[in-house]
T-cell receptor, first 111, second 112 residues
Framework: EDQVTQSPEALRLQEGESSSLNCSYT??????LFWYRQDPGKGPEFLFT???AGEEKEKERLKATLTKKESFLHITAPKPEDSATYLC????????????FGAGTQVVVTP | DVKVTQSSRYLVKRTGEKVFLECVQD?????MFWYRQDPGLGLRLIYF???????EKGDIPEGYSVSREKKERFSLILESASTNQTSMYLC???????????FGPGTRLTVL
């Protein structure tokens, strides 16, 4: 059975304190791994798609990496506006268009 | 710029009412999805559609139905709303042109 597990469930950071979120997955065949950001009361906002092990993508203070078993979302020198829930999802080769989501990591960045 | 819109941000209904949630996308995407999101349970797939007039059950279809008469529009129907359907409902679309699921802003539904 396909599984997506995110850790930690919650993360509290001081402004400027870099950290990483983890997304581990067990799937039959990975087509893509997706990262989203979700603010309270809003829909998830797309951040990145990673397709193969070794791939990296960056956007401002966020950098996503992918291995054969997990993905990391690195937050470098976070600011309070980076506070959000970060969701990881996988698309498998036999479920085109359909995503399986992890439970998310809630990040709070304090000034 | 991609756009997925949902008919209401907030909705309050009574138990037993028929409820329609509408979703429209302007990206000419083939696939559309309805999720519900509850604290501690994450995003759960209710129904999805690969094409007009086609639908498939997701993980939690009980108590819901869907309609897709036009490519850009996907409706979620609660035939007889119950209090346990109080939730945040999210619509998303996916297509080859973007290779990504894009989400709408969500509808917070409260059933009294």
């Amino acid at each position: 059975e396909d599984q997506v597990t995110q850790s930690p469930e919650a993360l509290r950071l001081q402004e400027g304190e870099s950290s990483s979120l983890n997304c581990s997955y067990t799937v039959s065949g990975l087509r893509g791994l997706f990262w989203y950001r979700q603010d309270p009361g809003k829909g998830p906002e797309f951040l990145f798609t990673l397709y193969s092990a070794g791939e990296e993508k960056e956007k401002e203070r966020l950098k996503a990496t992918l291995t054969k078993k997990e993905s990391f979302l690195h937050i470098t020198a976070p600011k309070p506006e980076d506070s959000a829930t970060y969701l990881c999802a996988v698309m498998t080769t036999d479920s085109w268009g359909k995503l399986q989501f992890g439970a998310g990591t809630q990040v709070v960045v304090t000034p | 710029d991609v756009k997925v819109t949902q008919s209401s941000r907030y909705l309050v209904k009574r138990t037993g009412e028929k409820v329609f949630l509408e979703c429209v996308q302007d990206m000419d995407h083939e696939n559309m999805f309805w999720y519900r999101q509850d604290p501690g349970l994450g995003l759960r797939l209710i129904y999805f559609s690969y094409d007009v007039k086609m639908k498939e059950k997701g993980d939690i279809p009980e108590g819901y139905s869907v309609s897709r008469e036009k490519k850009e529009r996907f409706s979620l129907i609660l035939e007889s709303a119950s209090t346990n359907q109080t939730s945040m409902y999210l619509c998303a679309s996916f297509g080859l042109s973007t290779d990504t699921q894009y989400f709408g802003p969500g509808t917070r539904l409260t059933v009294l």
